[in-house]
């Protein structure tokens, strides 16, 4: 149980979305506004100023942006937790949110009780994750687990992404076709597929080919 409300600034370069964020806040007895900021550079002054306990930060931003915002802020004020809220939830900003240590990623349309109790939870030392981010994020870890194809299968499955068919393939890599047919056989178990093209397909998703 905390004895003081979490100190929050609200680091956001729309003018309209920190007042919304704002009055989400105001009225609530453990949780105070006590900055906002229009940019990362700005959120590292005001952050000097009212060391806050949660910073909820945006990631596009003029001047310094959120990621780099947030390397800073990590290194200025260790003891801040910062919840990234965006309406960004590609895999590219959510990789380099989370690998900057950040307490949670958490989109626009999160509403107003859950913001609350994430502010709460990533002041007590948890993490939070919109339900989008969380389902990203366990896509890509069971793509990691699955087996990845050799690479002499891998090398089949390209020129079968080129249109080849068996025969083309034995000749170009100069196997037989039954090998190039066990070769496949492997690479559908693998990828779980069980179609030529749904391999191809299977394996770009996975930056394979």
Known sequence: MREHPVRLMIVDDHPVVRDGLRGMFTGLADIVVVAEAADGREALVRARSCEPDVVLMDLRMPVLDGVAAIRLLRQTHPAARVIVLTTYDTDGDVSRALAEGVAGYLLKDTPREELHRAVRTAAN???VLSPTVATQLMTR????EQPTPS???LEVLRLVAKGAANKEVARALLISETTVKTHLKHVYAKLGV???AAAVVAAME???L
């Open 125 to 127: 030392g948890g993490q």
């Open 141 to 144: 870890l069971s793509r990691q």
């Open 151 to 153: 690479p002499r299968e």
């Open 194 to 196: 069980d179609t030529r």
């Open 206 to 208: 996975r930056g394979l």
